[in-house]
C-alpha cells in the first residue's frame, strides 16, 4: 500500500452532509477526500427545484446546489473521488476503506452516506421525478398549490405528507394496497378527520401518466389497479408522492457499527460519534425525522468539527 493513498479524514457520501464536512476539515487543513458513491450529490441530485435552502432567495436547482458545494470543498483542499466504497475495516486505525480492488487509509472516518426513497419500483416513476413525482412533501409540496395529488402509502410517514399536503394542495388522496394501516392510531386519525383528505384502499398504482409539452414533461395522472378485484381505472391528478419510507444506506457497516432496527446509525447524543472512536456520522444516515438538506449540511459541520477536535486529542 503506498503511502500517497493515506488521508487524515476519509468522507463517505457526497450530499449536503459530507460536502459540508469536507468544506469544514478542508478548511481545517485536513485534506479530507470524498468518496462520491453511486449518486454523487445524494437525494438532491433527483430534486429540481430547491426553494428552502437558506441563501437561494429565488431557490436554485438540487444538482446546482451540489455542484457549488463541491466547488466550495475542493476549494479549500478536498478532494473528490467518483468511486463507490465497497468495503471498510475500522478495527484498527489508520482505518481501511476499500473501494474495489484499491485501498486507502484514513485517521479518521465520517459517514455521510445517506438515506434512500423507498420508491414504487415501476419504470414511469422515474421518468416523472421531479415532473409531478416526489418523494418528499416538505420539499416540493409548495409548487402543488390548489392542485389534486396522491399519497402512495399507509404508515406514518405516508399520513404526515398527506397532513402537510393539505396546506397546499386542494385535495389530497391516500393510495393504500390494503384496508389495514401501519400508521400509529393518532397519526390516522389526524388524517382521518382532514377534510381535503380522502382514502382509497386496496389501491396499487399500476403506472404513471404524462404528456411532454415544449419540450417539458409533467405527469398528468396514474392508472390504478385494485388489489382485490383487479379493475382498473385513470385517476387524474397533478402529483404523486411516494411515502413507503426511507432506507438508510448503512449495509456496508452492518456488523460494525451500531444501527437501530431500520439500520439508522446510532450516535451518542449531542454529537456525531458513533460506537468506534474515530468513526463519525452525519447526515439522513443518522436522521429519521428531519432529512431535509439543511439539517445534513449542519451535521456535516459538526461531524468535521468533532473530527478535527478527536485528531487533535491523538496528537
Not at 3 to 28: D, F, M, W
Not at 172 to 180: A, C, K, P, Q, S
Not at 232 to 241: I, P, R, T, W
Not at 245 to 257: E, Q, W
Amino acid at each position: 500500500m503506498t503511502q500517497s493513498n493515506h488521508s487524515k479524514v476519509i468522507i463517505i457520501g457526497s450530499g449536503p452532509a459530507g460536502l459540508t464536512a469536507a468544506l469544514y476539515t478542508g478548511r481545517a487543513d485536513l485534506a479530507p477526500l470524498v468518496f462520491e458513491g453511486m449518486q454523487p450529490g445524494g437525494q438532491l441530485t433527483i430534486t429540481t427545484e430547491v426553494e428552502n435552502y437558506p441563501g437561494f432567495e429565488h431557490g436554485i436547482q438540487g444538482p446546482q446546489l451540489m455542484d457549488v458545494m463541491r466547488k466550495q470543498a475542493t476549494r479549500f483542499g478536498a478532494t473528490c473521488m467518483f468511486k463507490e466504497v465497497t468495503g471498510v475495516d475500522f478495527s484498527k486505525r489508520p482505518f481501511t476503506v476499500q473501494s474495489y480492488n484499491e485501498t486507502f487509509t484514513a485517521d479518521a472516518v465520517i459517514i455521510s452516506t445517506g438515506a434512500s426513497a423507498k420508491l414504487l419500483g415501476i419504470e414511469s416513476e422515474m421518468k416523472y421525478m421531479g415532473f409531478g413525482v416526489s418523494a418528499c412533501a416538505t420539499c416540493d409540496g409548495f409548487f402543488f398549490k390548489n392542485q389534486k395529488v396522491i399519497v402512495v402509502g399507509g404508515g406514518d410517514t405516508a399520513m404526515e405528507e398527506a397532513n402537510y399536503l393539505t396546506k397546499h394542495a386542494s385535495e389530497v388522496y391516500v393510495i393504500h394496497r390494503r384496508e389495514g394501516f401501519r400508521a400509529s392510531k393518532i397519526m390516522l386519525e389526524r388524517a382521518q378527520k382532514n377534510s381535503k383528505i380522502k382514502f382509497a384502499l386496496n389501491k396499487v398504482v399500476k403506472e404513471i401518466t404524462g404528456v411532454e409539452e415544449n419540450g417539458r414533461k409533467r405527469m398528468t395522472g396514474v392508472i390504478l389497479k385494485d388489489t382485490i378485484s383487479g379493475a382498473e381505472e385513470v385517476f387524474q391528478v397533478d402529483g404523486l408522492f411516494v411515502a413507503i419510507g426511507h432506507k438508510p444506506n448503512t449495509d456496508l457497516f452492518k456488523g460494525i457499527l451500531d444501527m437501530d432496527e431500520t439500520g439508522y446509525l446510532l450516535v451518542k447524543p449531542g454529537t456525531t460519534y458513533t460506537n468506534i472512536e474515530g468513526v463519525f456520522a452525519a447526515g439522513d444516515v443518522t436522521d429519521k425525522t428531519y432529512r431535509q438538506a439543511i439539517t445534513a449540511a449542519g451535521s456535516g459541520c459538526q461531524a468535521a468539527i468533532d473530527a478535527e477536535r478527536w485528531l487533535e486529542a491523538q496528537e
